[in-house]
């Protein structure tokens, strides 16, 4: 897990995730600056965009970390899911296999752990979220939205705002297919990070013109990254490879 | 020993015959435990739970009611001479016992068609809450301002029934009128912004704003949204006020209705020392 960081007096580390003693802290996020003070217990605060504040009485085990985590908690959680909409809708010949790189919207997570649980303390985001539905208002999903170029090789992002997804497509069909979304039950992404980059990865499995299954895996997106804790599971390792099938059009 | 069994206690019942009655109504019961369990194991991924012990205790007593009806000979008890018997007692109880039934009935068939479940929230009968409860003969509600409410499931089944939350999104709307000297393709740019910032107004079903009708005192725009259906009336209150006062910010004004009234016969000015002035302006 994450680069040890311990910081005993007031000074920004800059921009950064990792895990650090629950101590004396600042740690700029963008537009937010979250800060530790220890008075016996140790006092949280987030400021920028509304403050937040709370107390923790950690044990000599705990830790706090600041990772990217899944992007379905802002503004509350209402979705497991996470519709990737493509700029432009990708051609993909029969029984083919292509690999991609779109970006996804991460939050922020300032997560409590010691040996035992992990505690979300705050979700914060630099991105503004939207929602929006996949399927019929009877039958379809509330899903996180996000509008993505699509890139061939990893973009350069932001990494206190955007993720790379590493994408592989198998059109297992015997027609062309245009993909033009691209839905992830979204609940056990795994994510990883490193000073450059927060990534995940999945796949999808094209059965039609107008079916697909799609899966998180478990990837980093080059040696040495980090893997972040889940805010929604609130687990230190996530192995599950949650399906999801796209039944109302690619 | 057999001697024992062929003992008559009374009529031609037998303590064998006792014997073998209790044992079967032993194996009975304890064989409908174990379909019932299995049954709930079977099921328990796939129905609601309200409806599962529904269909177990039905299962249960069921099975255990057809053969103690099977085995009632072995204790002497005709069935013939008590459906005889009970004919008229029968029609008497069945009138006393008709609602019951019917509500029983209901119950079973409303575990079936599943048209609610708890927490839903439902206008039936009359009643608009929250479904706290399905019993087998009753449908306990909470009103929105919070009273207990107990339906009959008779008069819940033959109800029409409106589940605000069967479905996960939902769609409001507004209208908005705006003053005929203010321009209506700004009031909707500003409109169309306000809503598309907000998180929980879905980017698909697309929401709709558009000019719907010219009133008496107002252009009237209809502003229609989605929203996933638990948040739906938060965003609602939230975004009314905030289209207001943005539109407002924007110069634009919500007016007041107004009437421009014309005399046929302008009648006289009586005040001030006009009476009987020509009034400028009066086309006449």
Redesign the interface.
């Known amino acids: 897990m994450g680069e040890y960081k311990e910081i005993n007096s007031y000074e920004s580390p800059g921009v950064g995730y990792g895990r650090f003693k629950l101590s004396n802290l600042v740690l700029g996020l963008g537009d937010f600056k979250i800060s530790f003070r220890k008075e016996g217990v140790v006092k949280y605060l987030r400021e920028g965009d509304g403050s937040v504040e709370k107390v923790v009485a950690p044990s000599e085990e705990s830790y706090v970390y600041v990772n990217p985590v899944e992007p379905l908690n802002?503004?509350?959680p209402?979705?497991t899911f996470l519709l990737i909409e493509l700029s432009k809708p990708v051609l993909i010949a029969p029984n083919t296999l292509i690999e991609m790189y779109l970006t996804f919207p991460i939050e922020i997570g300032i997560l409590l752990a010691d040996s035992r649980d992990v505690e979300v303390l705050d979700l914060l985001s630099l991105v503004?979220?939207?929602?929006?539905?996949?399927g019929t208002?009877?039958a379809?999903?509330?899903c996180r939205?996000w509008l993505s170029d699509v890139f061939h090789h990893p973009p350069m992002r932001d990494p206190l705002r955007e993720g790379v997804l590493k994408l592989r497509i198998t059109n297992k069909s015997n027609n062309w297919v245009a993909i033009s979304n691209v839905v992830l039950s979204a609940e056990d992404m795994n994510i990883y990070y490193d000073s450059e980059y927060v990534s995940t990865s999945a796949q999808m499995n094209v059965i039609s013109s107008t079916l697909a299954e799609t899966s998180v895996t478990d990837e980093p997106l080059r040696d040495g990254m980090s893997k972040s804790l889940n805010a929604r599971s609130s687990r230190r390792i996530s192995i599950s490879k949650h399906k999801f099938v796209m039944e109302w059009g690619l | 020993m057999m001697d024992i069994l062929n003992t008559v206690i009374y009529g031609e019942v037998t303590v064998g015959s006792v014997l073998l009655f209790t044992a079967v109504m032993a194996v009975t019961v304890i064989a409908s435990k174990l379909i019932t369990l299995t049954l709930k194991r079977a099921l328990i991924d796939k129905v609601k739970k309200a409806q599962l012990d529904i269909i177990l205790k039905t299962v249960y007593y069921g099975i255990i009611a057809i053969v103690f009806l099977g085995l009632t000979p072995l204790i002497g008890i005709n069935l013939s001479g008590l459906l005889l018997a009970g004919g008229i007692a029968g029609i008497i109880i069945g009138f006393a016992v008709q609602n019951i039934v019917a509500n029983l009935i209901s119950g079973i068939f409303l575990a079936i068609e599943r048209p609610m479940k708890i927490g839903d929230a439902v206008s039936v009968a009359d009643v608009t809450g929250i479904v706290e409860d399905t019993n087998i003969f009753s449908t306990i509600m909470r009103t929105f301002d919070g009273l207990f409410v107990r339906i009959p499931n008779a008069n819940v089944f033959t109800s029409n029934i409106t589940n605000y939350t069967?479905?996960?999104?939902?769609r409001f709307e507004y209208v908005i009128g705006i003053r005929y000297s203010d321009d209506a393709e700004r009031a909707i740019d500003v409109i169309k912004k306000i809503i598309e910032?907000h998180?929980?107004v879905?980017?698909?079903?697309e929401p709709q704003v558009f000019v719907d009708s010219l009133g008496d005192s107002s252009v009237n725009i209809v502003v229609r949204m989605?929203a996933?259906t638990?948040?739906w009336y938060s965003v609602k209150m939230e975004l009314l006020w905030r289209i207001k006062t943005e539109l407002e910010r924007n110069g634009i004004q919500i007016p007041f209705p107004q009437r421009v009234v014309w005399f046929a016969n302008e009648p006289p000015l009586t005040s001030r020392g006009l009476k009987g002035e020509e009034v400028p302006g009066s086309g006449r």
């Open positions: 802002l503004p509350k209402v979705s503004r979220p939207k929602y929006t539905l996949y208002p009877r379809g999903v509330v939205y | 069967a479905h996960i999104a939902r910032e998180p929980l879905l980017k698909r079903p989605w996933p638990q948040e």
